[in-house]
Nanobody, 124 residues
Framework: QVQMVASGGGLVQAGGSLRLSCAASGFTGSSYCMGWFRQAPGKEREGVAAIDRYGSTNYADSVKGRFTISQDNARNALFLQMNSLKPEDTAMYYC??????????????????WGQGTQVTVSS
């Protein structure tokens, strides 16, 4: 059984930073693609960042150069450092896992599982 719970969201001004955390269980030693997706009203679900078991990462073009994903060695903690935030980054952010066949940010738009998300709101 796996579970993932995101935290660390909040309200921040444009240009600011937030660091999201995810408590994950059941992924130790797994080959799953793990990462983050976001969902905002009126927008399609967007895979934001992905990381594989070896630590290789992939980002959506919309966040590349601003966001950094990382994980601990046991894959029981996932992080998303968000810098230079923009109003269009406003969304509910979820940590998630996807099948290991590929591990790109887009993969996380169709995850196999996810948990409680955390709201990120960026003001103009």
């Amino acid at each position: 059984q796996v579970q993932m719970v995101a935290s660390g969201g909040g309200l921040v001004q444009a240009g600011g930073s937030l660091r999201l955390s995810c408590a994950a269980s059941g992924f130790t030693g797994s080959s799953y693609c793990m990462g983050w997706f976001r969902q905002a009203p009126g927008k399609e679900r967007e895979g934001v960042a992905a990381i594989d078991r070896y630590g290789s990462t992939n980002y959506a073009d919309s966040v590349k150069g601003r966001f950094t994903i990382s994980q601990d060695n046991a894959r029981n903690a996932l992080f998303l450092q968000m810098n230079s935030l923009k109003p269009e980054d406003t969304a509910m952010y979820y940590c998630a896992a996807a099948p290991p066949r590929s591990c790109e940010a887009r993969t996380l738009a169709t995850p196999m599982g996810w948990g409680q998300g955390t709201q990120v709101t960026v003001s103009s």
